[in-house]
C-alpha cells in the first residue's frame, strides 16, 4: 500500500491517509499556516535565528539559526561537499575528515549574496576558531573568505560549488591560518594539487600582534574600497579576542573590480595531508553596495518537485535536505492555492528518512488545463514554499512532445582531481568550459519547446568525479544527497511544471556499471561479477528520491534483499508507456561464465561469451516480460506506444581503429534476452527510448532479419567527457542514396542485427583523441576528453503525432539555448511511422480488413500454432493489412477489447501482399 509507515521517522506518506496520533502531533505546525502573519509578527519582537537585514547599516544577516543542530545549513548556503560541514547551536562547523588531498579546501557557498563590485566598497565580517575535537598539530590549515568566485562570469549555482582544488576563476581568498599568519591567497592558479600561490609577493609568516591561541575566538573582516579607475583595495583584519580592536591587518591594493565579482564563501583548509583541522563560524555579516542580495536565490529546504500523471491519478515527490532532530517533518501540498480552476484542495504528507523525501498522491484528476501548486514547510515559523503546475492529461493534443536525457555529468575536470589534464582537456577549472553545471542553455532550449512530459533514462548522477569522487564506504547518503541536489538544482524549473518519468541507471546505484541478477549482494565491490555494491537500504533510499513519484509499478514485490522493483505501464496524453529496467535482473558475465564452463565450454575472455549465448541468461527476466506481453495488447484510450528503457539492445561502439566494440554491459547481451525482448515490443508496434551510451543514435533492430523489429532513439548526453563513436572501417549495407557511410545495415560482435539511420558523433575523431593521448601522457586512451565544443553533448525531442501515427525524432545540442537559429545534429530530424516498428521487412501478409461502425479499431492478430499473440495495433483509419512474420494459420480480431469485437479464424498468411478484403462491420 501507497501509504504510512508511523513512528519517529515515517517512510512513507500518501498525502491523503495520515493515522490519527501522526496528525495530533502535527496540529500546530498545520495552524502555524493559519496564523502566518501572527508568526511573523511575534518573531519580529522574539528572534529565534539570525537572518535579517538592517536597513538602515545596509548588512546582511545570512541566516545561522541558534539552538538547532542538523546537516543542512540553511536557506542562504550552499555546502561542498554537504556531508562535511554541520549546523551546531548557532554555529557553523567543517567536519570534513580530511584523508587525503581529495578532501581539502572546504567551502561554504552564501547564495542569496553576491558581490557585484561596483565600486562602491563592502565589508565581509565573521566569528572563526578551530572545533576542539581530535588533536590540533600545527600543518598549515586555516580559515578564512573565498570572494571573486566564478570571476562574475559563471551562474552563481556553478560558482558555488567552488572547493577543493584552485583553478582559473576560482577567485581569492582571505585567510588566517594556524600559526597567526594572515595572507591572501589565489585560488585561481590552475595548480595540480592544493598549494596556493601568494599574491603580490606577500610574507607568508605575517603575524598578529598578539600571541596566538589556535583554540580563541577571532573576528576576521575584509573590506573593500574603490581606488578609482575600477581598482580596489582590500584590508584583512584579524581581531583580538577580547577587545574590539584589530591586532593585524595585511593589504592588498590594485586589484581589479573583475577579480572580486563572483560569489562569496566561508572556507576551511585542513592542512598538510594526514591532518584534521576544521574551523566554525558564526556571526557572519555582509555590508556595503558592492555585495548584491538575492533571496530569490535560496537553497530553501523544498529542494525540488517531481511529479506523474497517469491517466486520472498523480502522483508527487518532494525533496528536502537532511534535516534536524526538531524540525518540522510535515508537508503541505495546496492545488489550485487561489481556486481559479474549482480544484482548490490542500493535502498533507509526512517527511521520511533517510531520503528526506515526501510523497503525494492526488486520485480522480480530472482537469482540463493547467493548475498551479504550492508546496509549504515550515521550520521554526519560517514559511518555505516552491510553485509549479500540474497538468492536464493532453488527451485531446494531436502532437505528444517528449523531452528525453541521459548522462547528466557538470564538469570536465573535478575540484578534487589531483592528476593532469586529459587530451582535449579543460581550459580552466572555475570556468564555464569546465564545469557544465546547471546546464541553462539546454534547460532553456527544453522550456521554449513546451514539452508535455520529461524523460529522464537514467545516469542523473555520478558517483565520482560529478562534481567530487564518492565516499568510501558502502552507505553513502549523504554524499548521494549531495550530487542528487545538484541535479535538482539544475532540473527544479521543469520538472516542478512538467510530468516526468525517472528511470535509474549503474551509475544512479553508486556503480559503474551494474548486473542486478535479481538482487544479489556483490560485496566484493568487482561490479561486473553481478548484484548491488551497496547495502539494500541504501538502494531503497536512492529509488525513493528518484522514482516514488514514478506511476506506481506493475507488480511491485520486491527481489532478492527486499531490494524494491518499480518497472510498470501507464497512459497519458493517448499514449500507452512502459518503463522498464534493463539492469536490475541481468545476469552478468560471471554467471555466464560459470554456466557454459559447466557444459565444458573454455571461457577466457568477453570475447568467447559472444557465440554462447546460454538461454539461461537473463535480460528483462520473466517478470517484466510477462508485464510487456501484457502492456502490448492493452490499447484502451491509447493510439501509440512507447518503451522507456535505459540503454540500447546491441553495442554500438567503434574503436580508433573503426573496429566494433563488444559490449555486455547494453541490451544486446545475452542474445536471446535481447530477441525476447524485441519480439515483445514488436507486437505492439512500440517504439524505443533510451540512453545511457552518451552517443546520439537511431536505429532500427533486426531478429531474424535486418529491419524485422522497431527502432530505437537512443538519446545524447546532456554532458560527458566519455565520449563514444560509431565509425566503423566497413560501411554498412544498403544505405540510403547520399548517406553517411556509417549508416546501414551492420552485424554487431555478439550477431545482433542493426541498421543505423543517424549518429551525433564527436566532432573530434576517436583517432584523433587516440593520438593526442598517447602524445601528452603515454596513456592509450580514446574515449575522454572535456571539450564540450568538440563534443556531440545534447538531449533528444520525440514528437508523437497520434492522427498520422508518425514518430519525429530530433537530437538537438546543448547549447542550443544560446542561440538565435538553432540546429539539430546533422543526421536529424528522422521521421518514420509508428508501423514501421513492426519491422520494414515483413515477409507475409493477412487479408486486409476493412471495418464500418467503428473508429480506428485494434487489430490483434494470433499465431493458432502457438496460440501466442503476433501482432496488437490500434490502426488509424477503416482500412489496415495485418502482416505477419511467418508462414502459417492466424486469429484476427476487430475491435475494442472488453466492448465489441469481430474475430476471423483459420487464415493463412500469404509471402508477399494480398488482394483479399474481409468486412467487420459494427
Known sequence: MYGILTGKTPHFGDGTLVRKAVLQKQNLRSKMLKIYTIIIIVLTFFPVFSNKQDSKQNIRKPQIMEKISRIWIGKDFWANRLQDW???????????????????????????????????????????????????????????????????????RASSLIHCLPGQGGGIICALNDTGGIQFLSNSENNIDSLYQYIDDQKPDRRLGIEFDPYKVYTLTLTGAPQGGGAYSLTFSVWHPEKK??????????????????????????????????????????????????????????????????????????????????????????????????????????????????????????????????????????????????????????????AAFTGNMNCGKPPDASSGEEAYGTKGRWTADNIWFPHSSMISHVVSQQPDLLVYTGDQIYEGGNPTYKTVGRNNTIDYLYKWFIWCWAHRE?????????????????????????????????????????????????????????????DPAPIENGIPVYYGGFKYGGVSFAFIEDRKFKSSSRMARRILEAR?????????????????????????????????????????????????????????????????????????????????????????????????????????????????????????????????????????????????????????????????????????????????????????????????????????????????????????????????????????????????NVSHGLPRIISKGIKNPVITVIDENTNETVLAVRTNGNSFEPRVHSPGKYTVIVGEHGKKTKCFKGLTSQKGKTDQELKAIF
Open 494 to 554: 521543469i520538472t516542478a511544471n512538467i510530468p516526468s518519468i525517472v528511470l535509474m541507471d549503474d551509475h544512479d546505484y553508486w556503480q559503474g556499471n551494474i548486473f542486478g541478477e535479481g538482487g544479489v549482494l556483490n560485496y566484493i565491490s568487482n561490479h561486473d561479477s553481478g548484484g548491488f555494491t551497496t547495502d539494500p537500504e541504501f538502494v531503497k533510499m536512492i529509488e525513493e528520491t528518484q522514482v516514488s513519484h514514478n506511476p506506481d509499478p506493475y
Open 86 to 156: 554541520r549546523l551546531r547551536n548557532g554555529r557553523v562547523e567543517c567536519v570534513c575528515p580530511y584523508t587525503g588531498i581529495h578532501h581539502h579546501l572546504r567551502t561554504l557557498h552564501v547564495v542569496t549574496s553576491e558581490l557585484i563590485a561596483k565600486n562602491a566598497g563592502f565589508t565581509i565580517s565573521f566569528r572563526t576558531g578551530i572545533r576542539r575535537e581530535g588533536e590540533f598539530r600545527e600543518g598549515k590549515s586555516f580559515t578564512g573568505v573565498l570572494i571573486g568566485a566564478g570571476a562574475g562570469k559563471l551562474d552563481y
Open 245 to 402: 580592536e584589530p591586532v593585524s591587518s595585511v593589504v592588498l591594493d590594485n586589484i581589479t573590480a573583475e577579480s572580486l565579482a563572483g560569489t562569496i564563501a566561508l572556507v576551511s583548509h585542513g592542512g598538510a595531508r594526514g591532518f584534521a583541522a576544521n574551523y566554525w563560524y558564526k556571526n557572519l555579516e555582509l555590508s556595503g553596495a558592492d555585495i548584491s542580495y538575492h533571496p530569490e536565490r535560496e537553497f530553501s529546504p523544498i529542494v525540488n518537485s517531481l511529479y506523474s500523471i497517469s491517466e486520472t491519478t498523480v502522483k508527487m515527490t518532494v525533496q528536502f535536505p537532511p534535516l534536524g532532530f526538531n524540525d518540522s517533518r510535515e508537508v503541505i501540498l495546496n492545488v489550485d492555492p487561489e481556486n481559479r480552476n474549482n480544484k482548490k484542495k490542500e493535502y498533507k504528507s509526512l517527511i521520511s528518512e533517510p531520503s528526506y523525501t515526501a510523497k503525494f498522491r492526488i486520485e480522480n484528476w480530472k482537469s482540463k488545463k493547467p493548475v498551479r501548486y504550492t508546496l509549504q514547510y515550515i521550520y521554526f515559523g519560517e514559511l518555505s514554499t516552491l510553485s509549479g503546475v500540474l497538468k492536464n492529461d493532453p488527451v485531446k493534443k494531436d502532437s505528444i512532445i517528449i
Open 600 to 840: 565444458g565450454f573454455t571461457i577466457n575472455t568477453l570475447k568467447d561469451l559472444a557465440p554462447l549465448q546460454p538461454d539461461d541468461a537473463v535480460l528483462l527476466g520473466d517478470r517484466q516480460i510477462a508485464f510487456l506481453e501484457k502492456w502490448v495488447k492493452d490499447w484502451a484510450n491509447a493510439d501509440m506506444k512507447v518503451v522507456l528503457t535505459q540503454g540500447i539492445f546491441n553495442s554500438l561502439i567503434t574503436d580508433n581503429n573503426g573496429e566494433m566494440g563488444l559490449s555486455i554491459d547494453q541490451g544486446g547481451w545475452p542474445v536471446s534476452g535481447r530477441n525476447r525482448a524485441l519480439s515483445v515490443f514488436r507486437k505492439g508496434c512500440a517504439f524505443i527510448i533510451g540512453g545511457d551510451q552518451h552517443l546520439g543514435s537511431v536505429q532500427q533492430y533486426g531478429i531474424n532479419g535486418w529491419g524485422d523489429a522497431g527502432y530505437q532513439f537512443s538519446v545524447p548526453a546532456v554532458a560527458s567527457k566519455f565520449r563514444r563513436w560509431w565509425d566503423p572501417a566497413e560501411p554498412g549495407k544498403n544505405r540510403l542514396p547520399g548517406s553517411p557511410e556509417y549508416t546501414g545495415d551492420f552485424t554487431d560482435k555478439h550477431g545482433n542485427k542493426m541498421t543505423v539511420k543517424a549518429v551525433a558523433n564527436p566532432k573530434l575523431g576517436a583517432m584523433d583523441v587516440y593520438q593526442k593521448s598517447m602524445e601528452k601522457n603515454g596513456r592509450k586512451n580514446f574515449h575522454n576528453f572535456a571539450d564540450r565544443e568538440l563534443g556531440a553533448d545534447g538531449y533528444g525531442i520525440v514528437r508523437l503525432i497520434k492522427p498520422d501515427r508518425k514518430i519525429v525524432i530530433e537530437a538537438w545540442p546543448w547549447e542550443s539555448g544560446k542561440k538565435e537559429n538553432p540546429e539539430q545534429f546533422k543526421d536529424w530530424p528522422v521521421s518514420i511511422s509508428m508501423y514501421d516498428n513492426y519491422g520494414s
